[in-house]
Structure formats: structure tokens, C-alpha cells
Nanobody, 125 residues
Framework: QVQLVESGGGLVQAGESLRLSCAAS????????MGWFRRAPGKEREFVAA????????NYGDSVKGRFTISRDNAKKMVYLQMNSLKPEDTAVYYC??????????????????WGQGTQVTVSS
């Protein structure tokens, strides 16, 4: 039984920072690429960031490049999303995601095998 539990969301003002954390259990964490997605009100779920099993490669959605950083700690089975220079348009529920297979890289919803429950991030102007 895979569990992904996010934490760290909240209400901040534009320009401020937040760090999201995701604790994983129930699977060999280091064997799977991980990602973050978000869903804003009235919009589709959107890719935010992904990281390979070893952490040596990362990718970002265009809207967050240069502001967000994904990282992982395989010993602790944790993945993080550091969000800087937050904007009101970053307001969304953020989801931690584990790739469906060890060969999958989580860039699309179809690549995801397991989701966290989500954590709300609200950025006020």
C-alpha cells in the first residue's frame, strides 16, 4: 500500500516562499521518479516538476521554471518542492506524485501510479 503525504501548504503573500514536503511509504522509493502537479480552481491538473530516481535530472513546467526547485532525499523517502517568488497564479492544490513504473518519468497524469491527497497553496496579491 503506497502512501504519499504532503505537508507545507498555506497562505502567503506574493513574492514570498513556501516549501512543500511529501513523505512516501509502501514502495521502494528510490526506484521511482517523483513529481509535483497542481490543480487550480476550474482548471486541469498541471505538471509542475519531476525528478529522476537518483535526483540527477529535474524538469519543470514553463510557468514555474526559475522559481521552483524539486529535490529528494532517498534515505528519508522524501520529496520536496521549494517555491520562491510566489505569484497569485500559483494558487492551487499541489499533489505529490509517484511514477507508475520504475521506467516511467512523471510528466503527464497518465504517467502517475500514485497520488498524495494534496495540500492547498494560496498566494494573495
Amino acid at each position: 500500500q503506497v502512501q504519499l503525504v504532503e505537508s507545507g501548504g498555506g497562505l502567503v503573500q506574493a513574492g514570498e516562499s513556501l516549501r512543500l514536503s511529501c513523505a512516501a511509504s509502501g514502495r521502494t522509493f528510490s526506484s521511482y521518479a517523483m513529481g509535483w502537479f497542481r490543480r487550480a480552481p476550474g482548471k486541469e491538473r498541471e505538471f509542475v516538476a519531476a525528478i529522476t530516481q537518483s535526483g540527477d535530472t529535474t524538469n519543470y513546467g514553463d510557468s514555474v521554471k526559475g522559481r521552483f526547485t524539486i529535490s529528494r532525499d532517498n534515505a528519508k523517502k522524501m520529496v520536496y518542492l521549494q517555491m520562491n517568488s510566489l505569484k497569485p497564479e500559483d494558487t492551487a492544490v499541489y499533489y505529490c506524485a509517484m511514477s507508475r513504473y520504475s521506467s516511467t518519468y512523471p510528466r503527464q497524469v497518465a504517467d502517475i501510479g500514485f497520488w498524495g491527497q494534496g495540500t492547498q497553496v494560496t498566494v494573495s496579491s
